[in-house]
Each structure stands twice: as structure tokens, then as C-alpha cells.
């Protein structure tokens, strides 16, 4: 009898390591049955060109000394030291598209000996310059912004002292460039004018009273491409 | 009663007998039957694949979703295909991988890219066409929306940038596509004022034809300097990757 326990005891064992082993070995095959993993050898691209936008200025500034009220038709014909010239260039080296820009003035400060004068008496008027394609070397000029005062530009809601330039009805074609080609430049040229407007009374004005007004120009572009 | 008792005692002897006889009997039959019917196992497969067709999109600029999704050329196509022998539901994560990799350090990134992403159960019928991840038949989303969504069914493989996570079985064919775009929120120019120019170049003719203020000005164009704000290109890059597992029946 005593002799018989310990082979009842190792027939149990085994037993149990047996159902222990084929449970391992069931739960192990389960986890395992099936998995896949699959990463592509090609990758997708997409990529942007090159875009630019240059603001050409000329050397040859507005200076205009002993300015006095003028009219609207006489300031449109300022010559010279009354015209300021400037051009804006855009460059897309993508796919084609439009580039839309914006023209603005922002205020600057009178020199250390001068007050600045109000916006509501000074005037600019801008106009576009194209090659007259008939007359080698000749300017046409097109009105694009009318005779405007500064104070219509630059307004109290206006940020940092800038206002954006309203072009005419008709004329805001020129503020988009139609890129149809990849890598095209296109540039348009405008001229701008300045004159201290015909309503403001000068006859408070003499030797010693300094006056004067400033500005620069600025162009922003954003992109739309050609659907 | 000795004539009952010798009775008692033989009838019992004789059954006892008879027993023995019988027990006697059968420890000494045995048979073999083998049978007939053979049971046996052979094995199923499961396969899946991914059929292919990768984009290359070059000198593209940014737009608008719509413009985005009507755009050609711009598509990444997975047909997710499973054959199957047997029965077995296997679950599957579908995701972006190696996103930007080729380029991370440009200006093109996962914030300037919009995908729309949809998958076609049935190519007959369009009203099966679901559109994944926030993404709708008109609008896009950023790519930079996918980084933190992690797969359901095997998240070792598929930790981020997510697309979809379904089940499949039997023999059947799933499409996925994804198409790209940069946002158009991504402009090229900003002003060009002090503060933003990039390149400025003194004596420049607004004509490239003229290299003199004499020659430039004569004919009409305008010379002086020239401020100039540029957005150089970039590249984004991205992959798909899958990862399946199967589904136990009590998951």
C-alpha cells in the first residue's frame, strides 16, 4: 500500500502538467494565428515652388519744395520731382497661378524741423504705366487710383498709419498677376503723385510756419491659384 | 432441514459456479473493429495585400479644399484585398507612415498638407463611399490632425497618423484613398514692408533686359531699388502602412 501512493501522486502530476502544457500551447497558437504588417515602399510627394513678389522703388522720390494748394488737374500733371515711380514683380516657379497684391501708403514722420501737415490736406493720385507697344520707348499712363485724400486712405480705423489704396472701377486688374506659365515673371508699374489739395486754406502759411507731409508705399500679395 | 441446507448450499455453489464460469468466459474474449470514417484536418490560408498606386504632385501652390479635391494627380490609392480559406475576422489599422521624412527640415509640414480620406466598400454603389477622420466629400483636414490617433488592432505597428481601423473576413476588397493638397492658409507673400523683406538689391531696372539707370529709364522703365519677399518651396512626403491581426471570437 505504501508503495502505491507515490505512483498516484506522479499520475496526477503528470496529468495536470500535461493539461497545462496543451492550454500554454492553445492560448500561445490563438495569440499568434494571424497578423500582417505591410508598409509601402513608395512614398507620396508633394511639393511647392518658389514665390516671389519684389517692390521696386525709384531713386527719384516725390521732393517737392514751396508746395502750395493745388487743383486736381493741375497735381495730375506733376512732373519730375512731383512723381514717384515704382514697380511690383511677381515670380512663381510652381504651378501656375494668381497672385493678388495690394497697394498701400503709410504715413511717415516730418522731419525734425517741420509740422506735419493734416490728412485731409494732402491728395495722391496713382496712376498704372504701360509701353505704348506703338511708340517705341513712350509711357502711357492710365489712371488707376482718382485724385484721393489721404485722410480717405488712412483713416481713424486704420492700423500703424496705413491705408490701403482703392483702385477704380475697372481698374483692379492690375492688382492680379495671371501666372500661365511656370517660372513667369510679371511686373506693373505705376507712378505716384502727391499734391496739398485745393480746399486748404494757405493764407495762414508764411516764412516761418513748416510744414509737410510724408509717405511711403507698400505691397502685400497673397496667392489663388487657377483652378 | 440437512437435506434444505445441502440444497441451499448446492443451488448457491452452482450459481457461484455458473459465475466463475461466465466471468471465466469473458476475460477470455477480446475483438479488434476498426472503423471505417477517417478524420481528418487540413489547413486554410488567409492572405491580404495592399495594391498600390502612389502620386508624385511637383510645383504645386497652395489653394482651397475644394480646388485641393478637384485636383488630378494627387491621389494615394490602397485596394486592400483579403482571400480567404476558411473563417477568420481579422482586425486592421490603416495609417500614414514615414510622414515628412524625406524633408522635415523644409518649410512644407504637416501643418501646410490637407488630405480628404475615404474608403469605397462597393465601387457600384456611391453611397458606400465613407469619408474617414473628420474629412467630408468638400473638405480636407490637416495632416497635422492625424499625429496622435493610434491604431485599434495592432497599436505596436500603428502608433500615430491613423486613416481607419476595421474588420475584414471572407474574400473581399476594400479601396482606400487619400488624397493631398497644401492649404491654402499657407500664402506665399506677406507685405512687402521693412519688416518682411527678405532680399533687397540696389540699381535695379524693373526691366531685366536693361543693366543701366540710362538704358532702364529711356525705355520707360523704372530703375532704383528693389525689396524682394520669397517663399522658397517644399516638399512633404508620406507613406501607408497597414497592420492586422486576427480577432479571437471572445475578443
Not at chain 1, 485745393?198 to 502759411?205: E, P, R, T
Not at chain 1, 510724408?214 to 487657377?226: C, E, F, V, Y
Not at chain 2, 484613398?177 to 531696372?205: L, M, P
Request: aromatic letters at 6%.
Amino acid at each position: 500500500m505504501f508503495e502505491e501512493e507515490p505512483k498516484e501522486n506522479h499520475r496526477a502530476s503528470f496529468t495536470i502538467l500535461g493539461i497545462f502544457v496543451l492550454l500554454l500551447t492553445v492560448v500561445g497558437v490563438a495569440i499568434a494565428a494571424y497578423t500582417w504588417t505591410y508598409t509601402s515602399n513608395n512614398a507620396n510627394s508633394i511639393s511647392t515652388g518658389n514665390i516671389s513678389m519684389s517692390l521696386l522703388e525709384s531713386t527719384d522720390t516725390i521732393s517737392i519744395e514751396n508746395a502750395l494748394p493745388m487743383s486736381d488737374d493741375k497735381g495730375k500733371q506733376l512732373k519730375n520731382n512731383g512723381t514717384f515711380d515704382f514697380a511690383v514683380t511677381t515670380e512663381a516657379s510652381g504651378q501656375p497661378g494668381d497672385i493678388n497684391y495690394k497697394l498701400s501708403i503709410t504715413e511717415d514722420n516730418a522731419d525734425s524741423d517741420y509740422t506735419l501737415l493734416n490728412k485731409e490736406q494732402v491728395k495722391v493720385y496713382l496712376t498704372v504705366l504701360t509701353n505704348n507697344e506703338d511708340a517705341e520707348n513712350e509711357v502711357l499712363e492710365t489712371q488707376v487710383v482718382k485724385p484721393t485724400k489721404v485722410s480717405d486712405i488712412i483713416t481713424e480705423n486704420s492700423d500703424n498709419e496705413t491705408g490701403v489704396l482703392t483702385f477704380d472701377e475697372g481698374q483692379t486688374q492690375h492688382l492680379t498677376h495671371h501666372h500661365n506659365k511656370i517660372g513667369e515673371t510679371i511686373t506693373t508699374k505705376y507712378r505716384l503723385r502727391m499734391w496739398i489739395s485745393d480746399d486748404v486754406d494757405a493764407s495762414n502759411w508764411n516764412e516761418s510756419t513748416k510744414y509737410q507731409y510724408k509717405l511711403k508705399i507698400n505691397a502685400s500679395g497673397s496667392i489663388d491659384p487657377i483652378q | 432441514m440437512d437435506n434444505k441446507k445441502v440444497l441451499t448450499i448446492s443451488i448457491v455453489a452452482v450459481v457461484v459456479l455458473v459465475i466463475a464460469i461466465i466471468s471465466t468466459s469473458y476475460a477470455t474474449f477480446s475483438a479488434q473493429i476498426s472503423g471505417e470514417k477517417e478524420n481528418k484536418l487540413t489547413t486554410g490560408y488567409v492572405t491580404l495585400k495592399c495594391d498600390e498606386e502612389v502620386f508624385t504632385l511637383n510645383d504645386t501652390s497652395p489653394m482651397t479644399d475644394e480646388e485641393g479635391i478637384a485636383l488630378e494627380s494627387n491621389e494615394a490609392v490602397c485596394t486592400l484585398s483579403s482571400e480567404m480559406k476558411g473563417e477568420m475576422t481579422v482586425g486592421y489599422d490603416i495609417a500614414l507612415d514615414d510622414v515628412d521624412a524625406e524633408t522635415p527640415d523644409d518649410d512644407l509640414t504637416e501643418n501646410d498638407v490637407k488630405v480628404q480620406i475615404y474608403k469605397i466598400t462597393n465601387e457600384q454603389d456611391p453611397a458606400q463611399t465613407k469619408y474617414l477622420q473628420g474629412t467630408s466629400e468638400n473638405t480636407g483636414t490637416y495632416i497635422a490632425n492625424l499625429k496622435e490617433k493610434s491604431g485599434t488592432y495592432d497599436t505596436e505597428s500603428v502608433e500615430n497618423y491613423l486613416i481607419d481601423s476595421d474588420k475584414i473576413t471572407g474574400t473581399t476588397q476594400v479601396i482606400y484613398k487619400v488624397k493631398a493638397w497644401v492649404s491654402n492658409n499657407k500664402n506665399g507673400v506677406e507685405n512687402i514692408q521693412t519688416n518682411s523683406v527678405t532680399n533687397s538689391d540696389d540699381g535695379v531696372c524693373s526691366n531685366s533686359e536693361y543693366n543701366t539707370q540710362a538704358e532702364c529709364e529711356s525705355a520707360g522703365e523704372v530703375w532704383g531699388n528693389s525689396q524682394k519677399s520669397t517663399q522658397t518651396g517644399g516638399t512633404f512626403s508620406f507613406k501607408l502602412k497597414i497592420g492586422a491581426t486576427q480577432i479571437l471570437e471572445d475578443e
